[in-house]
């Protein structure tokens, strides 16, 4: 029974993302529509591209000063 709920679950999976790649691909509001999205899709990884490179410059010197902590023979707690 689990492996019959599994397959239907994919099969309207799939007939749902087909019947949206066709809207995307095979009507003009749908082309019109991704034309409009592509260029926020774009803006929108840029900015998290820039957020990653913020992050790893956040987690970088947050180690150094781990690092630091640790090779200054501790803080005093034990």
């Known amino acids: 029974m689990y492996n019959d709920s599994r397959a239907i679950t994919a099969?309207?999976?799939?007939a749902v993302l087909g019947g949206?790649?066709?809207y995307f691909f095979f009507t003009e509001r749908g082309r019109s529509f991704r034309r409009q999205?592509?260029?926020a899709l774009e803006q929108f990884?840029?900015?998290l591209n820039g957020f990653r490179g913020?992050?790893?410059r956040a987690v970088g010197v947050a180690t150094e000063g781990w690092n630091a902590l640790n090779e200054g023979g501790g803080t005093?707690?034990?």
């Open 76 to 78: 005093g707690v034990h």
């Open 54 to 56: 913020t992050l790893q």
């Open 45 to 47: 990884a840029r900015e």
């Open 20 to 22: 949206l790649a066709g």
């Open 37 to 39: 999205l592509e260029p």
């Open 11 to 14: 099969i309207i999976g799939g």
